[in-house]
């Protein structure tokens, strides 16, 4: 199984970034796929989850539908589309599955076994 991050970069405050994840080794075929982040001195969150075998998605309610997680246009790829950016939103993003979590809330609300590299993402004010 392998994981890779992709698309971060520097924005400013209320810019747009799309990140990718691209996965190898298997096919989307792992229950659920998600991306999260991790900020200095702060525990890593999730973002958003997707259900490869229906495509619901879950995105945390803190993030008041900045965030949107979906299928890339590539295949084997997992796009995350983040708008109106802030500052606190700077952190590494990383993809992650789980083969024993079956939904997209279910590994969203877990600690993934399988995570990818990840991408910085850095706003600035």
């Known amino acids: 199984v392998q994981l890779q991050a992709y698309g971060g970069g520097l924005v400013q405050a209320g810019g747009s970034l799309r990140l990718s994840c691209a996965a190898s080794g298997f096919t989307l075929n792992r229950p659920a796929i998600g991306w999260f982040r991790q900020a200095p001195g702060k525990e890593r969150e999730a973002v958003a989850c997707?259900?490869?075998?229906?495509?619901?998605?879950y995105h945390p309610d803190f993030l008041k539908g900045r965030f949107t997680i979906s299928r890339g246009k590539t295949k084997n790829t997992i796009d995350l589309q983040m708008n109106n950016l802030t500052p606190e939103d700077t952190a590494v993003y990383y993809c992650?599955?789980?083969?024993?979590?079956?939904?997209?809330?279910?590994?969203?609300?877990?600690?993934?076994?399988?995570w990818g590299q990840g991408t910085q993402v850095t706003v600035s004010s």
């Open positions: 997707l259900s490869t075998n229906n495509d619901i998605t």
């Open positions: 992650a599955t789980d083969l024993a979590q079956a939904s997209s809330y279910a590994l969203c609300h877990s600690r993934p076994s399988d």
